[in-house]
């Protein structure tokens, strides 16, 4: 009887311990087991224990031209940009415009007060003089030929000396007007006024109130305006990518200051010198100035090619970035993954992305991070 009550309690108490251990094997059967990744020694080549808990993603098609970016910054066009000089040298007293001002044609830039003048306007008194006695002696040789008085050589001799004299008064004239003097009847005062030769903004100033002024002998420009209706953007090509770009192809051109604004640019030049350092050469690109473009911007110029090629497009979860470099794992016979290495190009809509270095149609794992997460446990 005792024995019996003993094995009785001792069924009741194992009861718990049995139900328990029915539940833990229930949800053991239940659960699948965890992904194994190993990686072979030396290789790019991953085993998997359980292939299909990593979804695959077929590589897709596009067709599009290749691109290449490049930086710039915007110039003035050199055609369109003259200098305002100074014909007189003497010391500038008056200064009207400023560097960054926007100036009209024959607007007044600045006064300068010069001793030019005095001597051009002697030497125009002395060509009057000059040419007035000659004129009194070509009519005085002239009567006397008539009577017979002279020879003809002193009367040609005469006529000559007429003809030099009107070209000396001639060349005084030209020098007075260049220097801006315009009445030749009174005596200037001394002044020349520098005017603007073209409409456009001054880039360049070289002067201010009191300072000397020089002629041409290898001095800076007063002034220099540039009309920015049409600008220059140049960009710094690498050597290696000169053969994708050709005079005349148009280029999608981007502000830093305006990023979601695009302008069209024509290649005019490609240099023929590179830059020794950085090996690079630079292309001039001419466009219109909607007139939001200012010097020194910087910029950005998508070239592309004529001709489209055909890309392979993936997931963009399906690409993983390591060690500065794109990879994707395909699959292999098996339970075997090769992790190969691709280049990631733009992103397409549909959060999918153009990738080199696989085919259209192959196979890769939909998500490389959590395939390389696992392999790493």
């Known amino acids: 009887m005792k024995r019996l009550i003993f094995a009785a309690v001792l069924s009741l108490a194992m009861i718990p311990f049995l139900a328990a251990c029915t539940r833990k094997v229930d949800a053991d059967l239940g659960a699948p087991p965890p992904a194994r990744v190993e990686q072979e020694q030396g290789s790019g080549i991953f085993k998997v224990a359980r292939p299909e808990q990593f979804p695959l993603a077929i590589a897709g098609e596009h067709k599009a031209a290749p691109?290449?970016?490049?930086?710039?910054?915007?110039?003035?066009?050199?055609?369109?940009?003259?200098?305002?000089?100074?014909?007189?040298?003497?010391?500038?007293?008056?200064?009207?415009?400023?560097?960054?001002?926007?100036?009209?044609?024959?607007?007044?830039?600045?006064?300068?007060?010069?001793?030019?003048?005095?001597?051009?306007?002697?030497?125009?008194?002395?060509a009057v003089c000059s040419e007035e006695l000659s004129k009194?002696?070509?009519?005085?040789?002239?009567?006397?030929?008539?009577?017979?008085?002279?020879?003809?050589?002193?009367?040609?001799?005469?006529?000559?000396?007429?003809?030099?004299?009107?070209?000396?008064?001639?060349?005084?004239?030209?020098a007075l007007r260049i220097l801006g003097v315009t009445d030749l009847k009174s005596h200037p005062n001394g002044i020349v006024d520098v005017y603007a030769p073209i409409s456009g903004v001054?880039?360049?100033?070289?002067?201010?109130?009191?300072?000397?002024?020089?002629?041409?002998?290898?001095?800076?420009?007063?002034?220099?305006?540039?009309?920015?209706?049409?600008?220059?953007?140049?960009?710094?090509?690498?050597?290696?990518?000169?053969?994708?770009?050709?005079?005349?192809?148009?280029?999608d051109v981007r502000l830093n200051a305006y990023p979601d604004k695009v302008f069209k640019g024509r290649i005019s030049n490609i240099g023929p010198i590179l830059d020794p350092t950085i090996r690079t050469a630079k292309v001039r690109l001419e466009m219109k100035?909607?007139?939001?473009?200012?010097?020194?911007?910087?910029?950005?110029?998508?070239?592309?090619?004529?001709?489209?090629?055909?890309?392979?497009?993936?997931p963009a979860t399906a690409i993983l970035h390591l060690h500065d470099r794109d990879w994707v794992y395909v699959p292999l016979q098996g339970p075997e993954f090769r992790r190969v290495e691709v280049k990631a190009g733009k992103m397409l809509p549909g959060a999918m992305q153009e990738v080199t270095g696989i085919k259209p149609g192959q196979k890769v794992a939909a998500n490389a991070l959590a395939f390389q997460v696992t392999a790493e446990q």
């Open 202 to 251: 001054i880039v360049e100033q070289n002067v201010t109130t009191g300072a000397g002024v020089k002629t041409l002998d290898n001095s800076p420009n007063l002034f220099t305006i540039a009309n920015l209706d049409s600008v220059w953007v140049l960009c710094d090509v690498y050597e290696n990518n000169l053969p994708f770009l050709r005079l005349g192809d148009y280029a």
């Open 136 to 174: 009194l002696q070509v009519e005085r040789a002239r009567l006397l030929f008539t009577k017979g008085a002279i020879a003809r050589k002193d009367l040609e001799i005469a006529e000559e000396t007429e003809e030099s004299n009107l070209v000396v008064l001639d060349a005084a004239i030209q």
């Open 67 to 126: 691109e290449l970016t490049v930086t710039g910054v915007v110039n003035p066009d050199i055609a369109r940009s003259v200098p305002a000089i100074s014909l007189a040298s003497g010391r500038a007293i008056e200064v009207k415009a400023r560097l960054g001002d926007t100036v009209k044609k024959g607007q007044l830039l600045m006064r300068v007060k010069s001793n030019d003048i005095a001597s051009a306007y002697a030497a125009y008194r002395s």
């Open 289 to 314: 100035n909607p007139g939001i473009m200012r010097i020194g911007m910087f910029a950005t110029a998508t070239f592309y090619a004529q001709e489209k090629e055909t890309y392979a497009t993936v």
